[in-house]
């Protein structure tokens, strides 16, 4: 099923987008100068700073353009603590509103004090199609409060999630969201772009630093 259309992701994020693209152009360009002539310092320096600042002011605009994917623009800390409230234990257990939190990108499930761990892994890796979820799970060695908490968790993550969107931290268990097909369009499209832009900018610079 095709994802529906978000809202635009504004300037912001179309400069950052341009002036990124014309980094990496820049590098190249700088390479290729010092390669050439390396005492020239101006001119490396030069075509390191002036390309990002370049690319971002004439691509910005237009990359700004680009839409997010619906499920980019929803709040995943609502929808977490909604979906998960069931689970709800009690005061000075298990809660929702104390064990779910977000570093505004991520969810951050903290699985201590809880008794239906399955239950609640089940419903987060819902969730964690479209964000990270990160499990607090303990290091999971007799020292830990809960020291068989983490390979319950880590066992249901390992059957159902693919190896590609999960990791294992020191004291977490993070599974990654599935890219969107529109994502994955923009990403490839502008990967085929700089491959085929900068070997033929970065060939044309060579050509004129070698005269």
């Known amino acids: ?16 987008a341009g002036g990124l693209i014309g980094l990496y152009l820049g590098f190249s360009l700088a390479t290729i100068s010092v390669l050439t002539d390396a005492e020239n310092v101006q001119r490396t320096i030069s075509l390191m700073c002036i390309p990002p600042f370049l690319f971002s002011l004439l691509l910005g605009p237009f990359l700004s353009r680009r839409r997010k994917p619906v499920i980019l623009t929803k709040e995943p800390l609502i929808e977490a603590r909604e979906k998960l409230s ?25 699985m201590h004090n809880l ?41 249901i993550v390992e059957d159902k999630v693919g190896v590609l969107r999960r990791s294992r931290k020191a004291k977490s268990i993070e599974v990654n969201p599935i890219a969107s097909h529109e994502y994955n369009a923009y990403q490839n499209k502008l990967n085929r772009m700089l491959l085929i832009l900068l070997p033929i900018v970065s060939f044309l610079a060579w050509l004129e630093m070698r005269n």
Not at 1 to 16: K, R
Not at 133 to 155: D, Q, T
């Open 1 to 16: 099923m095709a994802d529906e259309v978000g809202e635009p992701v504004g300037l912001t994020m179309g400069f950052q």
């Open 86 to 110: 069931k689970y709800n234990e009690g005061q000075g257990k298990w809660r929702t509103l104390s064990h779910i939190s977000s570093d505004g990108m991520n969810l951050r499930i903290d």
């Open 115 to 155: 008794t239906n761990v399955e239950g609640v892994v089940d419903a987060a890796l819902d969730i964690a199609e479209t964000t990270t979820v990160k499990f607090i799970v303990g290091r999971g060695n007799h020292k830990s409060s809960s020291p068989e908490l983490r390979n319950r968790v880590l066992k």
